[in-house]
């Protein structure tokens, strides 16, 4: 029943977060999302996957970031240093405060940039890296002469660039770690389950799905006996429901 599935859910979710409190994927959800979050996530994601005969292999997650490298904040530590020497070569304005302010922000990135490639931080982490340019101070907009105005615009550019890309590498790495936990939670709530001797709706469908695929003579047969199907209530139905209805028809046979 409804009741007694959710209950195995909440069960094997239990049993999952007592099993991997100290994992890394799991602190780094909880990090990212708080507690609260992190398991709302984690559970979201086995809702889906339980419904996908597949399971995480049926979702699309999108290409991988690239490793994380100080290469990566020396690009962005080279182009603040070339706007420092351009700026002294034209000399900043020390009658005007805007001018200034973004000269010496300029300079406290360059600083923040070269102690920390100089340091012992972690390189190869995008979450390390994200916290670093959160951490430096940004160049503000204004009235600028033209050949000040493009310093710093070049500058705001290349450290929003870098955020972005360090926090999408980082909500991507987030989401896969959620994942991989979705999907040992979706097992041992089969397994809960399964000792029982008990299946689900969910399952249903999935054995349903698989034995059409399987065995196309089973769908064929079935065929044989309609001449359409007829589905209420179309909006409601998932993408499963739809592969069984798929199955079920061919060129031959209308959906209505």
């Not at 005969?53 to 490793?67: N, S, T, W």
């Not at 033209?146 to 310093?151: D, F, L, R, T």
Request: glycine share 6%.
């Amino acid at each position: 029943s409804e009741d007694e599935t959710k209950g195995l859910s909440a069960l094997a979710l239990d049993e999952l977060l007592q099993e991997q409190a100290q994992d890394e994927r799991l602190i780094r959800v909880t990090d990212a999302f708080g507690v609260d979050g992190g398991v709302e996530l984690i559970t979201r994601l086995s809702d889906l996957f339980a419904l996908a005969p597949g399971g995480m292999a049926d979702f699309d997650f999108g290409p991988a970031p690239a490793p994380a490298s100080a290469q990566f904040v020396q690009r962005v530590l080279s182009e603040y240093e070339q706007a420092a020497a351009e700026l002294e070569e034209l000399g900043v304005p020390q009658d005007k405060k805007t001018y200034v302010d973004n000269y010496d922000a300029i300079l406290k990135t360059i600083c923040l940039l070269t102690e920390w490639l100089g340091g012992t931080a972690q390189k190869d982490s995008w979450q390390d890296i994200c916290v670093l340019f959160d951490d430096c101070t940004a160049v503000k907009g204004g009235s600028f002469k033209q050949e000040y105005k493009k310093i710093f615009n070049d500058c705001k550019a290349a450290l929003l660039e870098a955020q972005v890309e360090a926090s999408c590498a980082v909500a991507h790495e987030n989401l896969l770690a959620a994942a991989t936990l979705a999907c040992e939670h979706v097992k041992k709530h089969r397994d809960l389950k399964r000792q029982r001797g008990a299946l689900d709706t969910n399952d249903l469908l999935i054995a349903a799905y698989r034995m059409l695929v399987q065995d196309p003579s089973i769908a064929e047969e079935y065929r044989s006996h309609f001449d359409s199907v007829m589905v209420d209530e179309f909006q409601d139905t998932d993408s499963l429901q739809v592969g069984i209805i798929e199955q079920l028809c061919n060129d031959d046979l209308a959906t209505l």
